[in-house]
C-alpha cells in the first residue's frame, strides 16, 4: 500500500503531559468530512447505548539488556512463559546461536531453541529480573526508556491476566501498548459512562506479531496468532447495543480483530477464550464493529492495514495526508483518529 510517508519529526517521541489532550482527528465515511477536535471531545460522538469495547491488556516490562560472553551487548524482548517457570519464548538481538549464554546483572540466560518466525527460546538460571517497557524502535531518545514509560505506556484501565497457553507458553502480558487507549483518563471514562455509554471490554494479549513488519506484498504476510478473552458480559452488553440499533465502537486495532474474531459463521459474538490470527485487509467486510478509535500507525505494519479496510483505502490515505500537512503527532506516543 502507498501511503504517505511520516516525517520523522512528526513522530511522537514522549507523551503529552495530559493523556486527553492529544489532537482527535475524526473522519465520517458517509460525508468524507474531517474535523479536528481534541481527545476529550470523543464523548461528543458517543450516543446512550452505544458501546465503547476496550483493550484491557496490560503491557509487560519485559525488554531486558545482557551481554555475551565476549562482552557484546544483547537485548531480549520476552514473549511467553513456559509452566516450567524457568524457559522463556522471546526475540533476540543479534541473533543468536545455539547454545550461547547471556549474562544478565542477577543471574543467565541460555538459548535452547529456534522457533518458528524468529523467536527463541531461552532457560534462565533464576527468574529474570523485571525489565524496561518495550518501548517501539522509532522512539529514539538520548536516555532511552525511562521510569516515566513504566505508568505513561499503560492505559489506565490496564488489568494484569495470564493467558491460558495450557502445556505451552503463556503471555503474561502484553509486548505493545494498545495505544489509542493510552489517550483516556478515568475522569473521561466516568464522563463516557454518565452519559449512558456502555464501556466494556475484552484481552488481546498483543504480540510482536501485531508489528511484525511487511515484507513484500501483504497477501502473502502472516498474522501470528495471539490469544484473547472475550467475557461473558461484554457480549451481553453488545447485544444489548445491536437491539437499541445503537453503534459498537472499537479502541484501536486490537479490540476490532479481538472482536471479529469473536464472530461465529452464524454472524454471532461469542464470549470465551481463543486465538487471534485474523488477518483484515482492505475488502474485508466487518461484521462486529461500526466505528474504530485508533491511532495513526506505520504503512509496513498489519494495524494500517485493519485501519484502511474499515475507513477505505483511498479515504485513509487522503486523511493521512492531511494529518501530515496539520502537523498531528504520529504512532505510539501520538494523537489518535476516530472513523465514523
Known sequence: MNFPEIPEDLIAQTPLPERDQARFLVFNRG???????????????????????LNDVKVLPARLTGQKKTGGRVTVLLLAKYPDGERWTAL????????????????????????????????????????????PPYIRRPQGVTGDDQALYQTVYAQERKADGGDGPSPLGAVAAPTAGLHFTPALLDRIRAQGV???????????????????????????????????????????????NKKVWAVGTTAVRTLESSVDDLGRLRSGVGLASLFITPGYSF????????NFHLSSHTPLLLT?????????????????LEKYRFLSYGDAMAVL
Open 31 to 53: 460525508d468524507a468530512s474531517v474535523r479536528h477536535r481534541l481527545f476529550q471531545d470523543l464523548p461528543e460522538y458517543l450516543a446512550p447505548g452505544d458501546a465503547l469495547v
Open 92 to 135: 533476540v538481538t543479534p541473533r543468536p546461536r545455539l547454545g550461547m549464554e547471556i549474562f544478565f546483572e542477577s543471574g543467565t540466560a541460555r538459548v535452547l531453541e529456534n522457533r518458528p518466525d524468529g523467536e527463541w527460546v531461552l532457560g534462565f538460571s533464576d527468574r529474570p529480573l523485571e525489565g524496561a517497557m518495550p518501548l
Open 198 to 244: 456502555r464501556v466494556c471490554s475484552v484481552t488481546l494479549w498483543v504480540g510482536w506479531g501485531t508489528f511484525r513488519p511487511i515484507a513484500g506484498d501483504y497477501r502473502n504476510h502472516k498474522m501470528l496468532p495471539e490469544p484473547y478473552q472475550v467475557p461473558k458480559e461484554t457480549v451481553e452488553a453488545i447485544a444489548a447495543t445491536r437491539r437499541e
Open 287 to 294: 461484521r462486529a464493529v461500526d466505528r474504530l478509535v485508533t
Open 308 to 324: 484502511a479496510a474499515f475507513a477505505g483505502e483511498d479515504a485513509l490515505r487522503s486523511v493521512y495526508q492531511t494529518a501530515i
